[in-house]
């Protein structure tokens, strides 16, 4: 059976996955003709296959765009950023940080991961390297949990009511 997602994305461990499957939401906030949303159809185009079968065929949640203006569409977005919740920017340059570093077309590769850390520098935050993404989401569970720095609340609360580990 085929997937919704492409076969590049299928090759990936379940967390990028989970990344990249995170990042297919549009911003709630925007209207739904805000540049963020043509952006976002662009990004489906690079990990979704299409019910139509032919990106260039789709007509509202997909978009193909070649190169040219996909950055010009990446510009526009890094340019009105600051209106966006935080959370969908991250999750949105999460995402383009994994397409950057794993998509199959070397050109389109080039240009997300352009995107992502030219977006690292508009949040002056600096852009992870290849081997740090790989290790951070391919870490075991604790370690993962530990460098997030998030609790692992199951068993706090099983050791807080149990007395157990």
Not at 19 to 37: F, Q
Not at 112 to 117: A, G, I, L
Request: proline share 2%; glycine share 4%.
């Amino acid at each position: 059976m085929k997937s919704v997602l492409q076969d590049w994305v299928m090759e990936l461990g379940l967390r990028f996955q989970g990344v990249l499957v995170s990042a297919i939401r549009g911003c709630d906030t925007a209207a739904r003709h805000d540049k963020s949303k043509v952006l976002q159809r662009i990004y489906r185009s690079e990990i979704l296959n299409t019910h139509c079968g032919d990106p260039k065929k789709s007509k509202s949640y997909i978009l193909a765009a070649n190169v040219p203006e996909t950055v010009k569409r990446m510009k526009e977005f890094l340019d009105d950023c600051d209106q966006y919740p935080l959370h969908y920017v991250m999750h949105f340059l999460h995402a383009a940080e994994i397409i950057g570093y794993f998509h199959p077309d070397l050109e389109r590769k080039d240009m997300w991961h352009s995107f992502y850390v030219q977006g690292c520098k508009k949040l002056h935050v600096s852009s992870e390297l290849r081997c740090e993404l790989i290790a951070r989401l391919e870490s075991d569970e604790e370690t993962f949990a530990r460098q997030q720095d998030v609790e692992v609340k199951a068993r706090t609360y099983e050791a807080a009511c149990y007395g157990g580990s």
